[in-house]
């Protein structure tokens, strides 16, 4: 299973991470589909550097051709002038294999909670946070979501 493969590799890397996105609505118990893994991460030099590593070390590449210190030194200038929510990685071998680290949130300004996926446990991010996420997206997806975890609360 790949969530359990880039998740542990995360953790053998010392990345501070936190599932969102779907995984996240998925594993907080709403029912959603969804192909690839969106990721938050607490915003310092050394993990953006060491969740390029780890994702490297699995076979996924970023879609663009920009390292670790470009996107922590000019995160805001990419957010605010390119519209880049999300620095983008993708298996070439196998294009399923999707993961999306969201740079416009920072982890350390966020709460998780650990969820069993098999015999591991993973990093989500809290409920409250992950509404919060979805509600300034806006997007139809993400308010769907947010209709069906309100539901479980």
């Known amino acids: ?25 998925a594993l907080h118990g709403a029912v959603r589909g969804t192909i690839d893994i969106d990721i938050v991460i607490s915003h310092t030099l050394q993990n953006f550097v060491a969740v390029e590593r780890a994702l490297a070390s699995i076979g996924l590449a970023p879609r663009l051709p920009v390292k670790a210190a470009e996107v922590f030194n000019f995160r805001e200038e990419y957010i605010e002038k390119r519209n880049l929510t999300a620095w983008s990685f993708v298996n070439p ?51 769907a979501d947010i ?6 609360q």
Do not use: C, W
């Open 1 to 25: 299973m790949f969530l359990l493969k880039l998740t542990h590799t995360l953790d053998r890397h010392q990345v501070s991470y936190a599932l969102v996105g779907g995984y996240a609505v």
């Open 93 to 143: 071998a196998d294009p399923s294999q999707i993961v999306d680290v969201i740079i416009t949130r920072d982890l350390s300004r966020m709460e998780t909670v650990r969820k069993k996926v098999k015999n591991s446990f993973v990093r989500i991010i809290a409920i409250e946070d992950l509404l919060e996420m979805k509600r300034a997206s806006g997007r139809p997806q993400d308010l």
């Open 147 to 152: 209709a069906a975890l309100e539901q479980l």
